[in-house]
């Protein structure tokens, strides 16, 4: 179940990359717990509007609120000390660093918050455990297989237990049975009280993760409706 606390809402957002809008006027809330996954043609908006909320990009107008505060009226220094904090991001291509093993880009997440290296360690271990994936914690990205990949990514956005979990494309770079364990690790994740937004194409993806379906185009929302999870 949801509460009532929003912990993503803009208000009025606009984007604009010189004669082009890619977003025109989003208002937007996502509740705690809530799994909402955003779709939409090439170019409608959406991975903008997925920056935005993760403060890699900013408005040209309106407000973007995460987690109570004012992303968009955060510097660089605060921006990138609130996304350490309370987001986490998992991309379509994993963005692992290559020449650190699994473990150690887990545990990375948690070292540039503060932590020691021994507990962030620990915490580290025992989420690729739980991820199923413990016994590949000393081996290096090149050498894990996609879905192994997008599991150590997952994990790493999981480490600082974050207010909310951002994935673009989650399943995009994968093959259908990688693909299918992904859903499967997102939609646990959402039912033990993980906020979630995803963008994606994948409608199969979108009807197996997500509670809420947000349709952009043209920049626009175009429609929300409530999803019945198959």
């Known amino acids: 179940m949801t509460d009532q606390k929003p912990v993503v809402r803009l208000d009025g957002v606009r984007k604009e990359y010189g004669e082009t809008v890619a977003l025109d006027g989003v208002s937007l809330e996502i509740r705690s717990g809530e799994a909402v996954a955003v779709m939409g043609p090439s170019g409608c908006g959406k991975s903008t509007l997925l920056n935005m909320i993760a403060g890699l990009d900013r408005p040209t107008g309106g407000t973007i609120e995460v ?3 004012r992303v968009d009226a955060m510097n660089e220094t605060k921006l990138a000390l609130f996304r350490r904090h309370h987001l986490g991001m998992i991309f379509q291509f994993f963005n692992l660093l290559d020449d650190l093993p699994a473990l150690d880009n887990v545990a990375l997440a948690a070292q540039l918050t503060g932590s020691k290296a021994g507990p962030a360690r620990k915490r580290a271990l025992e989420l690729l455990d739980e991820l199923g994936i413990a016994d590949r914690r000393n081996i290096y990205p090149a050498a894990l297989s996609g879905g192994e990949r997008q599991r150590v990514a997952v994990a790493r956005a999981l480490m600082n237990r974050p207010a909310l979990l951002l994935a673009d494309e989650p399943t995009g770079a994968l093959d259908s049975k990688a ?19 995803i963008v994606t194409h994948d409608e199969r993806l979108a009807h197996r993760c997500a509670s809420r379906l947000v349709e952009m185009g043209d920049g626009r929302i175009a429609r929300e409706s409530a999803l019945e999870r198959s």
């Not at 693909?179 to 937004?197: A, H, K, R």
């Open 179 to 197: 693909g299918e364990q992904v859903m499967d690790l997102l939609l646990d994740l959402n039912q033990i009280g993980q906020t979630l937004l």
């Open 67 to 69: 987690h109570g505060e």
